[in-house]
């Protein structure tokens, strides 16, 4: 071997060796039986960019800021407690990993917004993984963007709306991916204010005292393929512009003032290949403008829609109105411009005679009875009496009560296909 080859040699053992070192210096492994028991004094002696390993055990805190970039990664059952009740991670960093931990004890307060994780003012975090159990604030987000929140399962035992916390809590943030988690027990599932173009998909959110999904003043987001059952209702969306609401499952949004979907003062919006399933309303819509509800299945809701006050200028087309109670609810002075064609209805009692599957005469899904119980609930008693068959059908020869220009013109005579 050449002295040039050895010098050669010698050099790459040497840059082996310092590699080497500083890889075994980038972590930090805590464990009961670990010389580094303690998680405060890891992560308070990590430097920027280390990976603290929290194999197993359980760590009792006060809360721990997190002021430089560090990945907390728990194994075997790692759990971390609150001491005081008080937050137990405050991120105040760019490049944060919070992944695999199970975090308990964050108590209710009335004076602050108290989460098991809280990220201020932060970018390129991601929280993955975690159990939160019985916190006030699961996982809350306030000044951030470009955060990954993805596989959290997030637990609360919430008994009032007054002294509850939302389980995925968003203000004032920005291209957020809430993804995979499961969201049950709190005020809200998730909630966004002020949040722009961010992705909600494939969450479960399901027996949360109010919403399981809450949007405020948010415009440009999208939630896809999530599952909302049995909350106090199921999504609502207010005052916000732009959002696609796709391939959801609202089931079973039950209650007096409840509903699948709640759209309020919104535009320009898209609902699409959902699912409303067993919801007092499926579709509550206030001053909704230039929006489409396309491909949908309404099926054994009370009201499959309300249509109320100034909604305008959309679009309801391709959908599967199948076995609700109601059909339409609507507002004798509603607005008349909203467009209903080649829509499903189960109580549809027209014809085909050039067989071309669009009925021959247009469907008017509003019942006077459907109004006067929107009205006087108690009417409801009713429902089955031959009363009621007289007074529609009285209704539907003379409209005097009911929009008369509320009508699917090109209804279909089978079920619709989606894609």
Partial sequence: MGKIERNHQMKLYIALFFLLSYISMSEILVCPDCPEKSLVNAINNAEANETVIIDGGTHTVETIEITRPIKLIAKNQAQVISRSGKQIFVIKSDDVLIKGLILKGVKTSYIEDRASIKVIKSSNVVIEGNTILNSFFGI?????????????????????????????????????????????????????????????????SK?????????????????IGNTFENNGAGVAVMFSNKITMKNNKFLRNWGANSYGLLLKEIKDSNI????????????????????????????????????????????????????NTFEVAANKNSRSNNLYEYNFWTNYTGYDLDRDGIGDVPHRPIELFSQIVSDSPVAMILLRSSFVEMINFAEKIVPMLTPTNLEDRKPMMEEVTHD
């Fill in 140 to 204: 809350y987000l306030a000044h951030s963007k470009n955060i990954i929140i993805r596989d959290n399962t997030v637990e609360g035992n919430a008994k009032v709306e007054m002294s509850s916390g939302n389980a995925i809590h968003l203000w004032y943030c920005k291209k957020i991916l809430i993804e995979n988690n499961i969201s049950t027990g709190h005020r809200d599932g998730i909630y966004l204010e002020f949040v722009d173009h961010s992705l909600i998909k494939n969450n479960i």
């Fill in 207 to 223: 027996d949360n005292l109010r919403y399981g999904l809450h949007f405020m003043f948010s415009d440009h987001d999208s939630y």
């Fill in 272 to 323: 699409e290949n959902n699912l409303f399933y067993k919801n007092t309303i499926g579709i509550y819509s206030e001053s909704t403008m230039r929006s489409s509800i396309m491909h949908n299945d309404f099926q054994n809701n009370g009201w499959a829609l309300k249509i109320i006050s100034s909604s305008g200028d959309n679009i309801i087309s391709y959908n599967n109105f199948i076995s």
